[in-house]
């Protein structure tokens, strides 16, 4: 009986020591919830290229996606948004992959990451094409 005993209290140590490890306690799958201020550098319209020096692009942004973390610092998924932009009024629905890079161990928080992926036209009012970004960020 009292081997019985030592062996389980043995074993549920182990087991409690695995599950408090803090690597081993968070979650590899993530949902975001992001709002994003796109500052516009170029943009292409109508055969011409028009820059900052024109006129001032920008606009908001809300998104919806999944990540998966490959590694400590990687994480993959994809998403769908919801873009307004301000000048030459106009919005966006892009459906999307993205890729996440946490490039400091000091500061976990903060990472880099591009989004590729298409903008669907779900009405005249959203226009429909590719679309990517780049950028930084801090959970």
């Known amino acids: 009986m009292k081997t ?3 062996i389980k209290l043995s074993l549920c140590l182990c087991l409690s020591g695995m ?3 803090p690597v081993e306690a968070q979650s590899k799958f993530h949902v975001d919830l992001d709002y994003h ?8 319209l109508l055969g011409s290229t028009y820059g ?10 809300l998104r919806l996606g999944a990540r998966y973390d490959v590694a400590p610092q990687w ?3 994809g998403g769908i948004g919801l873009d307004r932009y301000t000048e030459d009024d106009f919005n ?3 459906l999307y992959a ?7 161990k000091k500061l976990p928080g903060a990472y880099a990451f591009t989004d590729l992926g298409y903008a669907i036209g779900v009405s005249d009012d959203f226009y429909p094409g590719f679309t ?8």
């Open 75 to 77: 994480s993959v998924g």
């Open 4 to 6: 019985n005993n030592t």
């Open 19 to 21: 599950a408090l490890s």
């Open 132 to 139: 990517g970004r780049l950028g930084l960020g801090y959970t």
């Open 98 to 104: 993205t890729l996440r890079y946490k490039p400091l």
């Open 52 to 61: 900052r020096k024109d006129y001032k692009m920008g606009g908001n942004s």
């Open 37 to 44: 201020y796109n500052l516009g550098l170029s943009q292409k």
């Open 92 to 94: 966006t629905m892009p």
